[in-house]
């Protein structure tokens, strides 16, 4: 038998992380690595595998997408990640850099369009800067994971 996440996180305040009140039993993840490596090589995606092992510690089964082995991956839009995360679970995560940010938040405006029910986390350290800014300007992306591994309080960052 499988452990269930409860997604129930409260919106706003100065706390570590930042999202939107949901309160629904989520099952199953898509996580996304969106980083490009540099020169074309590929780096393995090291803080999204901690997550996604953390995930599965909990029973919540991972559909895991390594963006940077894709054929013609780039940054200069949404719409090769969009169409990479085709057919993604209730809940998309994307870890990614500063430099495609711009990307992922194009991607996840053409996803909700796609699927308004999809809830979308972010996390990396692109994202994290600028956490609520992020959350309050794109009304689609509900939450914002900040802090490294080591010392993020997954009970606190992840809205689920």
Same mark, same amino acid.
């Given at each position: 038998?499988?452990?269930?996440?409860?997604?129930?996180?409260?919106?706003?305040?100065?706390r570590?992380?930042?999202?939107?009140?949901?309160?629904?039993?989520?099952t199953?993840?898509?996580?996304?690595?969106?980083?490009?490596?540099?020169?074309? *090589?590929?780096?393995?995606?090291?803080?999204?595998?901690?997550?996604?092992?953390?995930?599965?510690?909990q029973?919540?089964?991972i559909?895991?997408?390594?963006?940077q082995? *894709?054929?013609?991956?780039?940054?200069?839009?949404?719409?090769?990640?969009?169409?990479?995360?085709?057919?993604?679970?209730?809940?998309?995560?994307?870890?990614?850099?500063?430099?495609?940010?711009?990307?992922?938040?194009?991607?996840?405006?053409?996803?909700?369009?796609?699927?308004?029910?999809?809830?979308?986390?972010?996390?990396?350290?692109?994202?994290?800067?600028?956490?609520?800014?992020?959350?309050? *300007?794109?009304?689609?992306?509900?939450?914002?994971?900040?802090?490294? *591994?080591?010392?993020?309080?997954?009970?606190?960052?992840?809205?689920?």
């Amino acid at each position: 038998m499988r452990n269930e996440v409860r997604v129930s996180r409260p919106w706003g305040g100065m706390r570590s992380h930042f999202s939107r009140t949901h309160s629904r039993t989520i099952t199953s993840v898509t996580l996304c690595s969106a980083t490009l490596g540099e020169d074309g *090589k590929a780096e393995p995606p090291l803080g999204p595998l901690y997550i996604a092992a953390a995930f599965e510690e909990q029973g919540v089964a991972i559909d895991f997408r390594d963006f940077q082995v *894709k054929d013609g991956a780039h940054g200069f839009s949404g719409e090769a990640l969009a169409a990479f995360l085709t057919g993604h679970r209730e809940l998309v995560a994307i870890s990614c850099f500063v430099d495609m940010l711009p990307a992922v938040i194009d991607a996840t405006r053409i996803l909700h369009r796609q699927r308004s029910e999809t809830l979308f986390l972010l996390g990396g350290p692109g994202p994290s800067a600028s956490a609520r800014r992020i959350v309050e *300007k794109y009304p689609w992306i509900h939450g914002v994971v900040r802090g490294v *591994k080591s010392q993020t309080d997954w009970s606190e960052s992840c809205p689920v």
